[in-house]
């Protein structure tokens, strides 16, 4: 959780490139909660994979980082912030394909 007046983030990205199929998804809910972030992740049937990462802006700034790389055996050609706000999740979660 964020400690009281530290700044919060939300922020939803999509992500381009070989994202599909290598296990994208599982290692973004992984790293998100190491980072005690909340929001969701999902397949998108272009082929992108779409986010939303919530919590201390530090952490989401780094979850953006290791996003911009991926998991082992993926190529991220794109990460483009779609938009950002305040949000409230709790928990991370892998969503259905949309």
Do not use: Y
């Not at 992984?30 to 779409?50: H, I, M, Q, Y």
């Amino acid at each position: 959780m964020t400690p009281p007046g530290k700044a919060r983030k939300c922020i939803h990205v999509r992500i381009e490139g070989r994202v599909q199929g290598v296990g994208f998804r599982a290692w973004t809910e992984t790293e998100a909660k190491a980072l005690e972030l909340a929001g969701w992740v999902r397949n998108r049937r272009d082929g992108s994979v779409e986010a939303v990462f919530q919590g201390e802006e530090d952490a989401v700034k780094a979850m953006l980082d290791l996003c911009r790389a991926g998991p082992h055996g993926a190529r991220v050609d794109r990460l483009e912030v779609v938009g950002e706000g305040t949000g409230a999740f709790r928990g991370f979660s892998v969503l259905p394909t949309a």
